[in-house]
């Protein structure tokens, strides 16, 4: 079915906005065929229970796989990987076996910690035994270190060996405003769980923890509790994760942490408040941890799925759509026994709509540049599949112009507004601003800065390359009902479906926020791929230095 009337209106009244110069001269693109009825069964079959939450490495994963490649062929793309339609990813899942007791040595009055309750950890190391004897307890605040800002909190510190205890999000997450030393409210990358455990790893910690807190963290100590009881699927390296990852990283509760502090005689939120002060200087526990697990391990190949539709003139010139389409799998079951995290927002949308855009793109025919669509696996498990095409890309980073990633769609029906992740980053703005215009619709910042969404999907994996990207969707400004209806909705898929087994595919969704926010994906790629120019970092954003490192290869 061809999009709704009042789509169509919104497309013909497509007016030009500002620089860049030569993107002004484009006309806005002819109203794509964008297939509701393509983006439907897409959704429901992605997200149906024949494919067992699509975790990677299962059946899931086959029946997607095989259902991504045939509609990529069926919709007139080729294969984007050297006459394959996919690139192997190798996965390696982590079991963690037989643990130990955990004992704390030292102090006043050490804690008792139970695993799955008061503390979580497992390995992203390749190794058959962990074995954490007798390892120091250190406190390291925030532990960052950021030349750039001229913030260490392992400053003169030798953490070899030892066990790190570490405060999630970063110094300023409490300031109300985005003007603090790390963006106030807004979280960095330096804030987030993934951050921590590199830093300690780069350190030489034989274990880190992270304490827990609701609101730094943004999820709850259940959410932590059902993310880090099990395996754990990372990526299959050459150094089995040595020198990225301890031996051993997880969670203890925030409870518990104020145990700890206690039995060493300090109190944690005195720390804490020290810890967020330039010049923060680490605090031995006097208190020494030891716990060991065993391991089983289960190499696997799993697979991002990579169409193109060729460029006329500049065919080494590339523009990114991108989708992740794995999901969790089989889950902790829901009261009514069923297990199935069909992941039908998140992201069977984004996949669905990855086949819709490249359907409507095909029949718009060929450009000058070339549009790759690029399905990937692991994002579940900390983006890594888009992290090992960004570090084996088949198209050469600095000729990848820039891309749009899609997340979650949302199906809370047509919204005045989008919220655009990350927004003001990049010179991409100013392609989205102008589809916008032809939609007479507004982009919103993320009003949750704090929760660190621009780190946490497939777009960073490139960003943090220097590759511009793009990460957007309809916002809670809704047509029926206003942002109380959007906050409402947004508050009810978080509290009742995110993550769990009722992010169900539903017959009743109201698709125009969808349809609209698609339409939007398909003009910024339609026009990237027809002009010559090259949308670069905002100046002075954290990504601008190393895409300006190969600004010679775009002359
Ligand atoms: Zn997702």
Redesign the pocket.
Known sequence: MRITSSLLAIALTGTILASPAHARTIAPAQAPSLSLDTFKKVTEELSSDAFEGRAPGTIGEEKTIALLQQEFQKAGLKPGNNGSWVQAVPLVEITPQNLSAITITGGKTPPALSFGQDIVYNTSRVLPRIDIKDSPLIFVGYGINAPEKGWNDYAGLDVKGKTVVILINDPDYAMEGLDGPFNGRAMTYYGRWTYKYEEAARQGAAAALIIHDTVPAAYGWNVVQSGWGSSQLVADTPEGGAGTAPLANGWISLDKARELFASAGQDLNAQMAAAKQPGFKALDLGQKISFSFDTTTKKTLSHNVIGILPGKTRPDEVVLHSA?WD?LGRCPAAPDGDDICN?AI??AT?TAALVTLAQAHAKAGPTDRSLVFLAVTG??SGLLGSDYYAANPVYPLEKTVGGINM??LSMGGLARNVTVIGKGKSQLDTYLERALSSQKRASDTDPSPEKGYYYR?DHFSFAKRGVPMLYFEGGQDLVKGGVEAGRKAAEDYTANRYHGPKDEYNPNWDWSGAMADVRLYYDIGRVLVTTTDWPNWTEGDEFRAIRDQSAASRK
């Open positions: 992740h999901h992941g998140d992201n984004g994002e579940e997340d979650a999907s």
